[in-house]
Nanobody
């Protein structure tokens, strides 16, 4: 059973920074792509950042240059460093394990709230 546990959300002023962490268990972490999605009230869930097993990264246009996704395979952890935060970044952020070798299922964490005040 794959489990994902996020931490690091909170309330921050515009221009501030937060780092989200997601610890994964129940599968071989290093072979799967990982990512972060977010969902704001009344909006669809959107992909924020993705990191492949080999380390290649992709970002939503809205966060390029401000957010950085990284992974530590030794700790089964993926991170999202968020700088220069804006009020429009306010959302629940979800950690995701994408389908991959031997597994066609996507897994989700429980989500962590990020609130950016103006």
């Amino acid at each position: 059973q794959v489990q994902l546990g996020e931490s690091g959300g909170g309330l921050v002023q515009a221009g501030g920074s937060l780092r989200l962490s997601c610890v994964a268990s129940g599968s071989i972490f290093s072979i799967f792509a990982m990512g972060w999605y977010r969902q704001a009230p009344g909006k669809q869930r959107e992909l924020v950042a993705r990191i492949a097993s080999g380390g290649r990264t992709n970002y939503a246009d809205s966060v390029k240059g401000r957010f950085t996704i990284s992974r530590d395979n030794a700790k089964n952890t993926v991170y999202l460093q968020m700088n220069s935060l804006k009020p429009e970044d306010t959302a629940v952020y979800y950690c995701t394990r994408f389908p991959g070798l031997g597994s066609s299922q996507t897994y989700w964490g429980q989500g962590t709230q990020v609130t950016v005040s103006s």
